[in-house]
């Protein structure tokens, strides 16, 4: 079993715990090199993690014949140039979410991967997560019968450093706001247990002026297999709420997308509660099923093809498309 050496594009806060260590404790992995726009900022993550070497930029990694992937920890604006440059060097490629500013960006990404037979991978490490592996295991064996709709609620309030122009609150870098940067992981799960959203509407607004971008949405949506699903976010509210519920003909199956409650299932045979642990390093699953991909050992369930088809679903939400 070869092990994967990994080149890491950028070095903020997701790095650090969610994903970063990752790289280095999953079986056969090592974080071999780091870059990051400001390179002192790579010199110590490199120091602080042990990381053997630190880049300039991404194009003289790119040339290191030692380093066999790449995993692309930047700012959305960057994804499609930067995954592009890695296409074209036959080097695969993990990209964090949301895949791109664009559904047309994603696209342009994947023709890329495809014209190099190279892989590529995006970052919605749900996927691999045991608490909704355990969802779509009870949806699959039909525990609630047939899925009729799912409501997804999410409320917080804002924080000091969105008011201050934080980079997810500019849509030149974030492709839009917060709902760009929280909701697509939401997306991503619908996706992933429901099926291909084939239809959305939506309304946003700023209400509370905090920054530029919306700050409220609402959204409905129709999937292909004729399930519905509605949606509301607030960003500026004073209350928080975490809810993900799925409806069937026999039950439902609420739970939470980024908590780390317990699964409620109720049915006409009575309520079940499942509590499944949450690793320390909430990417790990998905970046093992990654690097045992790219060893011929597993296949991983996040690809750019399953992440564009969220990105499709925000370009509608943001009216970017007919």
Same mark, same amino acid.
């Given at each position: 079993?070869?092990?994967?050496?990994?080149?890491?594009?950028?070095?903020?806060?997701?790095?650090?715990?969610?994903?970063?260590?990752?790289?280095?404790?999953?079986?056969?992995?090592?974080?071999?090199?780091?870059? &990051?726009?400001?390179?002192?900022?790579? #010199?110590?993550?490199?120091?602080?993690? &042990?990381?053997?070497?630190? *880049?300039?930029?991404?194009?003289?990694?790119?040339?290191?014949?030692?380093?066999?992937?790449?995993?692309? =920890?930047?700012?959305?604006?960057?994804?499609?140039?930067?995954?592009?440059?890695?296409?074209?060097?036959?080097?695969?490629?993990?990209?964090?979410?949301?895949? =791109?500013?664009?559904?047309?960006?994603?696209?342009?990404?994947?023709?890329?991967?495809?014209?190099?037979?190279?892989?590529?991978?995006?970052?919605?490490?749900?996927?691999?997560?045991?608490? @909704?592996?355990?969802?779509?295991?009870?949806?699959?064996?039909?525990?609630?019968?047939?899925?009729?709709?799912?409501?997804?609620?999410?409320?917080?309030?804002?924080?000091?450093?969105?008011? &201050?122009?934080?980079?997810?609150?500019?849509?030149?870098?974030?492709?839009?706001?917060?709902?760009?940067?929280?909701?697509?992981?939401?997306?991503?799960?619908?996706?992933?247990?429901?099926?291909?959203?084939?239809?959305?509407?939506?309304?946003?607004? &700023?209400? =509370?002026?905090?920054?530029?971008?919306?700050?409220?949405?609402?959204?409905?949506?129709?999937?292909?297999?004729?399930?519905? =699903?509605?949606?509301?976010?607030?960003?500026?509210?004073?209350?928080?709420?975490?809810?993900?519920?799925?409806?069937?003909?026999?039950?439902?199956?609420?739970?939470?997308?980024?908590?780390?409650?317990?699964?409620?299932? #109720?049915?006409?045979?009575?309520?079940?509660? @499942?509590?499944?642990?949450?690793?320390?390093?909430?990417?790990?699953?998905?970046?093992?099923?990654?690097?045992? #991909?790219?060893?011929? #050992?597993?296949?991983?369930?996040?690809?750019?093809?399953?992440?564009?088809?969220?990105?499709?679903?925000?370009?509608?939400? *943001?009216?970017?498309?007919?």
């Amino acid at each position: 079993m070869k092990t994967i050496r990994w080149g890491m594009v950028g070095c903020g806060d997701v790095t650090e715990k969610k994903s970063g260590p990752c790289f280095y404790k999953a079986r056969n992995s090592a974080l071999h090199a780091v870059t &990051n726009r400001t390179k002192a900022k790579a #010199e110590n993550y490199a120091l602080r993690h &042990n990381v053997p070497k630190v *880049y300039d930029n991404i194009t003289n990694m790119l040339e290191d014949p030692e380093i066999d992937a790449i995993y692309i =920890a930047t700012p959305p604006d960057s994804h499609k140039d930067y995954s592009i440059m890695c296409a074209k060097a036959t080097k695969p490629c993990y990209i964090e979410k949301p895949l =791109a500013l664009y559904y047309s960006d994603c696209i342009d990404m994947i023709k890329a991967f495809e014209a190099t037979n190279t892989k590529a991978f995006a970052a919605y490490y749900r996927r691999r997560l045991p608490r @909704f592996m355990k969802v779509k295991e009870l949806l699959d064996n039909g525990d609630i019968g047939e899925v009729r709709f799912a409501h997804v609620s999410y409320y917080r309030p804002v924080v000091d450093r969105e008011k &201050n122009g934080y980079w997810h609150v500019q849509p030149k870098i974030s492709g839009g706001g917060i709902f760009m940067d929280i909701a697509v992981h939401q997306l991503d799960v619908l996706d992933f247990l429901m099926g291909k959203i084939s239809d959305v509407k939506s309304i946003y607004s &700023n209400q =509370a002026g905090y920054y530029e971008p919306e700050d409220i949405l609402n959204c409905c949506f129709s999937f292909e297999n004729g399930a519905q =699903a509605g949606g509301d976010w607030c960003f500026s509210s004073g209350i928080r709420k975490d809810c993900i519920e799925i409806v069937g003909s026999l039950g439902r199956i609420t739970f939470e997308c980024f908590g780390r409650g317990s699964i409620i299932m #109720e049915t006409v045979n009575g309520t079940s509660e @499942f509590i499944l642990e949450t690793p320390e390093h909430i990417q790990m699953g998905l970046i093992q099923s990654i690097i045992d #991909e790219l060893n011929g #050992e597993d296949t991983c369930p996040s690809t750019l093809v399953s992440a564009t088809r969220t990105a499709w679903v925000c370009d509608r939400v *943001y009216g970017n498309m007919p």
